[in-house]
């Protein structure tokens, strides 16, 4: 069974669109996490919520915006998608919201903007 | 907010050779993780170090944490094929954790 799971694996969309990237977790944690691993591969948190509240915002335009319905649940919707929101996004999770716990990562949501 | 730099960049051996890859960083971490990142996966975790100077050993591999707990090195002995991947370090203090922009490691057959 898959612990940490997204989808979709790969999205190719046009520039201006609105898009969905869904996450869900099977391992009884608190914590979920969004990441954003771009082109040379630096991994960057976006956001972080633990039991369905927002801990952590990185500056991230506002065209992101999470959404965690439980806390087995953490989407990610992006508004008026750009060039350069083209990326990996990983949807990990983690025990709970203390630093240094071990993050379980999903495979990955490839997204083209074209 | 702490930097942490990994070096080398990218790292192409031959299946057999021995390799150390790098983790630095000026601020001190309360612990350090390292991960690898096979391609189209997400980073899986294969070591956590909290305690300065410590060694952990995982077959093949061999972390050390530096002694003022800025630095963590990564020592891969025989290296194989299946060893190539992205190893990401990551770094935590009390109110922040961060990765490294990683190592590709390529093994040769």
């Known amino acids: 069974d898959t612990a940490v799971s997204q989808t979709p694996k790969y999205l190719v969309t046009q520039m201006g669109n609105d898009k969905s990237i869904k996450c869900e977790q099977n391992?009884?944690?608190?914590?979920m996490y969004w990441y954003k691993q771009d082109s040379k591969k630096f991994l960057k948190i976006m956001f972080s919520y633990n039991n369905k509240e927002l801990i952590i915002n990185e500056t991230v335009p506002n065209r992101f915006s999470p959404k965690s319905p439980d806390k087995a649940h953490l989407n990610l919707h992006i508004n008026s998608l750009e060039l350069g929101d083209s990326a990996v996004y990983f949807c990990?999770?983690?025990?709970?919201?203390?630093?240094?716990?071990?993050?379980?990562f999903g495979e990955g949501s490839w997204l083209t903007v074209v | 907010t702490q930097l942490l730099e990994q070096s080398p960049q990218f790292l192409s051996i031959q299946e057999g050779e021995n390799l150390t890859v790098y983790c630095n960083s000026s601020s001190v971490f309360s612990s350090l993780q390292w991960y690898r990142q096979e391609p189209g996966e997400g980073p899986v975790l294969l070591v956590t170090v909290v305690t300065g100077g410590e060694v952990k050993k995982l077959k093949r591999l061999t972390f050390q944490f530096g002694d003022a707990r800025k630095d963590s090195s990564l020592h891969i002995t025989a290296a194989q094929p299946g060893d190539t991947g992205l190893y990401l370090c990551?770094?935590?203090?009390?109110?922040?954790?961060?990765f490294g922009a990683g190592t590709r490691l390529t093994v040769k057959p």
């Open positions: 391992l009884g944690h608190d914590t």
């Open positions: 990990a999770s983690s025990p709970d919201w203390r630093f240094g716990n071990t993050i379980y």
């Open positions: 990551a770094g935590t203090n009390n109110n922040d954790m961060r």
